[in-house]
């Protein structure tokens, strides 16, 4: 029975679910730091004095599709990345480590990657050549297959629906965060936080603030109540900024947790954009991330990627 329930899909899922969003609780040095590139300057009172609501925020939230237009919208472009990963051990003691710095080249709609610089450390392969940790092969998937494909019009939003792959699903995790994902065990209705049976579990919190230096924004925070008991939620926290001036979401944060007798994770993951010329693009991602799931090796994991001097 418990095979049943963890067919290779459901385990790609779940465990792809450590690399996308937004646990981080690693003690290691290297780990990224997670933390939004936000000042907070003052906090808002009454929202409605701003002609706002809370239910404007979530509305823009659960309806946004920023997320992936800017991760399409980066292959129109010429940047330079870094890519920086780390494992750990049982007891958090760092055991690999990859790093690559990638100049990304777009002549025409074609695109050309070349290694600026790139190395390998520790224990990161298994003996057939496959990365150790699915943790890993799943940012391979994600971000290097992006960073060498072209672009493409015709890229659409994630498949929704319980026919949805599981890359569907890791997607829609990733830059719709907040709507229910069918077909993950135990958890797909945790997933959907503003949905009625799921908001009794919240609050929220706003305040002003302001984001590289310079631009105007409102953070919206929704976090766990403190009387609300862990298995009741998945996440813990999810933290959007919006610029003032346009209502376009920058940057997202989120913090999951969650544990019963199949499986264990506790990851944290930030996304931030910026913007350039007319778009906004794919500035920061960082993550933290435990992750153990039963008759399956624990993997821990952090990674930072930037990106940067589009052009």
């Not at 290297?30 to 239910?55: F, G």
């Not at 980066?74 to 990638?102: C, L």
């Amino acid at each position: 029975m418990v095979h049943s329930l963890w067919s290779m899909d459901y385990k790609k899922v779940l465990l792809a679910f450590s690399l996308s969003l937004y646990a981080f609780g690693l003690k290691a040095q290297q780990n990224p730091d997670t933390t939004l590139s936000i000042v907070i300057d003052t906090a808002i009172v009454n929202i409605r004095s701003h002609k706002l609501t809370e239910q404007d925020f979530i509305d823009a939230v659960v309806a946004d599709t920023g997320f992936y237009k800017a991760f399409r919208d980066m292959k129109r472009y010429s940047f330079i990345a870094e890519n920086h990963i780390f494992t750990y051990d049982k007891k958090n003691k760092p055991e690999g480590e990859i790093y690559r710095k990638v100049r990304r080249t777009i002549t025409g709609n074609k695109a050309k990657v070349e290694y600026l610089e790139k190395y390998d450390k520790g224990k990161l392969y298994k003996k057939n050549g496959k990365y150790d940790l699915y943790t890993v092969e799943m940012f391979d998937y994600i971000f290097n297959n992006a960073y060498k494909s072209d672009f493409s019009e015709r890229e659409s939003l994630p498949a929704e629906g319980k026919n949805a792959s599981y890359k569907d699903k890791l997607k829609t995790l990733i830059f719709q965060p907040g709507r229910k994902i069918t077909g993950i065990p135990f958890l797909s209705k945790k997933t959907e936080i503003f949905g009625k049976d799921m908001r009794q579990y919240y609050l929220y919190e706003f305040a002003r603030g302001t984001y590289l230096d310079s631009i105007p924004v409102y953070r919206f925070k929704v976090i766990r109540k403190p009387s609300t008991a862990e298995g009741d939620v998945m996440i813990n926290e999810l933290t959007t900024i919006f610029d003032v001036r346009d209502f376009k979401i920058l940057g997202r944060y989120v913090d999951m947790k969650y544990h019963n007798m199949l499986f264990d994770f506790d990851v944290k993951m930030n996304i931030e954009l910026v913007p350039f010329r007319d778009k906004l693009l794919p500035a920061k991602i960082s993550y933290q991330g435990n992750w153990d799931v039963l008759l399956h090796k624990e993997e821990k994991a952090s990674f930072l990627i930037t990106q940067k001097e589009y052009q």
